[in-house]
């Protein structure tokens, strides 16, 4: 709208906006007020409102609904949209204008800083539209004796193309197979690293159960060509400290190939304690209590952790670190709830949840019990705390009466003093 008064007074502003017919729809209609020259003298700015050609207000002033300048408002209105001779879509429109009868109104430019159209269900809870009308087909059209033509152009061309790309692709394939065979066989001739199968064998027969990764993701490296690729391990080839230990860059393959090998360091200046790493394995069960997909074998501690169990040497598990930290009986409820996980029937094991909260009972014997700390290779001649019996034919392990471990029926479950807080 533009600076004159009569024209402003015999046109209006228009927004129309296509709705679905059947429904009540709320409008939202945001002003706010900045012109200087509007006061609370008169009705500097007075205008009329029209919804879907029906008038809403007859003296719209904002700066009276505000209360002032620069003061943001709304004001909602309701209107139902009904159908107009099975029309799928209809129109709704917003109109502004300046009041012609109103003499005493100084601006006749009429102000909107925003809408909103919020579509209200209808009395059955329905939101849902008419379907759009399908797009039109178009007409098929009989082919020229041109397009013909061009057709058989075009096939000709084709069918060379993807012989010759097919005839390329397989040499390129025969090609890389003949390489890799030849890296293959001078590599493992020499003696110093090889690509091979990664596999576990275990203690109880000669089977050997391949990993399903590539076997060319399993390079194996001696100590010598690790040495050689640090300088032995040169300082100056370090390029970062982890908790426990260093990380060098490395040169292997003739210098072709940068790598990066970690160090173990048996002095690090910060071991984690053993209420760290509880509270490390609380939190690692609670997250797989979470996704609940995880398989013990994945860990390949299993068949190590059985032969320690079998063997009384439960304690060189143990970090010797750790030797002054752990109290007795947590230690005792931490190794139940270990060897709990481990049992070769599913029906056995425990439930995440009972290792979470077999662990956090773990946790406040070690809080309740700090004096109580032992050295725990005296555990591994005690009898009666865990029984071993039957580790070497079927790896099923019974808790004795103090335990709080049970196993009723096949279910496994955590005893009252388990029970959540």
């Known amino acids: 709208m ?34 200087e020259e509007i006061n609370d003298t008169y009705d500097d700015r007075v205008f009329l409102i029209y919804i879907a050609n029906t008038i809403a207000e007859t003296s719209a002033d904002v700066f009276g609904w505000a209360g002032g300048k620069g003061i943001p408002y709304y004001r909602d209105y309701a209107v139902n949209m009904p159908h107009n001779n099975g029309e799928k879509k209809v129109s ?18 009429v102000i909107l800083n925003g809408i909103e159209i919020f579509k209200l269900n209808d009395s059955s809870g329905n939101l849902a539209g008419q379907n759009p009308d399908p797009p039109p087909t178009l007409p098929l059209l009989p ?38 065979r030849t890296f293959s066989d001078q590599t493992s001739s020499d003696g110093t690293s090889w690509w091979a199968p990664y596999s576990i064998s275990t203690n109880k027969s000669s089977k050997t159960r391949n ?27 370090i390029i970062g400290v982890g908790g426990f230990g260093n990380v060098y860059k490395g040169y292997v393959d003739d210098g072709a190939t940068l790598v990066a090998i970690k160090r173990a360091s048996s002095d690090d200046e910060q071991p984690l304690t053993w209420n760290q790493r509880l509270q490390t394995c609380i939190g690692a069960a609670r997250g797989l209590h979470y996704l609940h997909t995880v398989a013990n074998t994945r860990v390949l501690l299993t068949e190590w952790v059985k032969q320690c169990i079998h063997e009384k040497k439960v304690t060189e598990m143990v970090d010797p670190i750790l030797q002054n930290q752990i109290g007795t009986e947590c230690f005792r409820k931490f190794v139940q709830v270990m060897v709990s996980c481990i049992q070769d029937e599913g029906n056995k094991r425990p439930s995440m949840n009972d290792v979470v909260r077999g662990l956090e009972y773990a946790y406040q014997l070690q809080e309740s019990s700090k004096e109580d700390s032992v050295e725990l290779s005296s555990l591994d001649n005690e009898d009666g705390w865990l029984l071993r019996e039957g580790m070497s034919s079927n790896t099923s392990i019974e808790m004795n009466e103090n335990s709080s471990n049970v196993y009723n029926n096949g279910m496994s479950g955590i005893v009252s003093s388990l029970q959540a807080r």
Not at 214 to 234: G, H, M, Q
């Open 211 to 237: 990993s399903n990764l590539p076997s060319d993701l399993c390079r194996y490296f001696s100590l010598a060509e690790i040495k050689s690729a640090t300088k032995n391990f040169d300082d100056i080839f």
């Open 92 to 109: 709704l429109s917003v109109k502004l204008q300046a009041n012609p009868d109103n003499w005493r109104t100084r601006f006749t430019n």
């Open 2 to 35: 533009g600076p004159n008064d009569t024209r402003n007074k015999r046109y209006n502003l228009t927004w129309v906006y296509p709705v679905d017919p059947g429904f009540f729809y709320m409008i939202r209609l945001h002003f706010c007020e900045f012109q």
């Open 143 to 180: 082919p020229t004796p041109q397009s013909r033509k061009s057709d058989r152009k075009m096939v000709g061309v084709l069918i060379p193309a993807v012989v010759g790309g097919a005839t390329a692709t397989l040499a390129l394939g025969l090609f890389v197979f003949c390489r890799r």
